[in-house]
């Protein structure tokens, strides 16, 4: 968990420097130029550097320790935060994006030097790679541990840290080429409209982006169940133990990124007996804390059935 929780820090950090840094770029290459299409990405990124703020509160609050008061640890914690840094992408960078690219679509605006903004876009764009990669580097690393397809990984995962950088970095590449277009469009048209609707469409794909992270924050304080294959696996690990005679319910619950509590009634076969039982119990925590490194808490139930 510790291990996890320090390479998505490092993740966020190496995002967050550079939204700051492309930010102020965006911000100062928009006032030069006038163009809306940058000042929305200037927006975007600044919406992002305060993303990565709160995503690094995220991950800081998730990994302290369980007290008394929060027996199952706060890793739930993790997800609030995570929720409000995509409120931040909704309200900073979607919103201002949308207003401002509308505003220049109806009023119009006179671009001047643009190469300042194709430069900082250029560069953006490579800076952005650099944080992409590192965290698909860290999703590829996960599936691999997990034996399971990065893609289907990404949609699944409790780290939403991860999830979030992904997200937004492969959003802020798509916003840079839009941008970037939209430049293009209106220096060889001479009007400004293809720079107002850059602007709007980039405000769009942040709409998305953010909703999607917010869906699945909310999913996870609402008390999501493990993934399917998991639950799966952890069926059949307890079928696997010879005491057990049937597994008559199984429930399971994200308690933080990373981290799975697990409940099950068992219906043990009679011959075990109680000092057979209370050994069984203990291997089949261990096997499946083993099987799976998110297993954090075991909770298990001898519940007799009619066989």
């Not at 999607?212 to 069926?235: F, H, K, T």
């Amino acid at each position: 968990m510790g291990g996890k929780s320090g390479e998505s820090l490092g993740t966020v950090l190496v995002a967050g420097a550079a939204n700051l840094a492309i930010a102020l770029a965006k911000l100062i290459a928009g006032l030069i130029g006038g163009s809306a299409a940058m000042l929305s990405e200037a927006a975007h990124s600044a919406a992002d550097t305060v993303t990565e703020l709160l995503l690094l509160v995220a991950v800081r609050r998730s990994g302290r320790p369980a007290d008394r008061r929060h027996p199952f640890g706060h890793g739930k914690s993790g997800f609030v935060w995570a929720m409000m840094a995509a409120v931040a992408t909704l309200v900073g960078g979607a919103g201002f994006s949308v207003t401002h690219g509308l505003h220049e679509i109806s009023h119009g605006e006179e671009l001047s030097n643009l190469t300042p903004s194709y430069v900082v876009l250029a560069a953006a764009f490579v800076i952005e790679g650099v944080s992409f990669l590192k965290a698909l580097s860290q999703l590829r690393r996960e599936a691999r541990r997990h034996d399971v397809n990065p893609l289907r990984l990404v949609r699944v995962t409790s780290d939403t840290a991860l999830k979030a950088v992904l997200f937004e970095d492969a959003a802020a590449l798509v916003g840079l080429l839009i941008a970037a277009g939209g430049l293009l469009a209106s220096q060889l048209t001479g009007s400004a409209l293809w720079d107002g609707v850059a602007s709007v469409t980039i405000g769009l794909l942040l709409l998305v982006a953010a909703l999607i992270l917010i869906g699945s924050n909310l999913s996870l304080l609402i008390d999501q169940a493990a993934p399917e294959g998991m639950e799966a696996g952890i069926r059949a690990v307890l079928l696997e133990q010879p005491e057990v005679a049937d597994v008559v319910e199984l429930l399971t619950m994200v308690i933080g990124p990373g981290a799975v509590l697990v409940a099950a009634k068992i219906d043990f076969w009679d011959e075990a007996g109680a000092a057979g039982l209370e050994i069984a119990c203990d291997e089949v925590d261990r096997r499946l804390r083993d099987r799976f490194p998110e297993v954090e808490q075991v909770f298990l139930d001898p519940t007799p059935t009619r066989r």
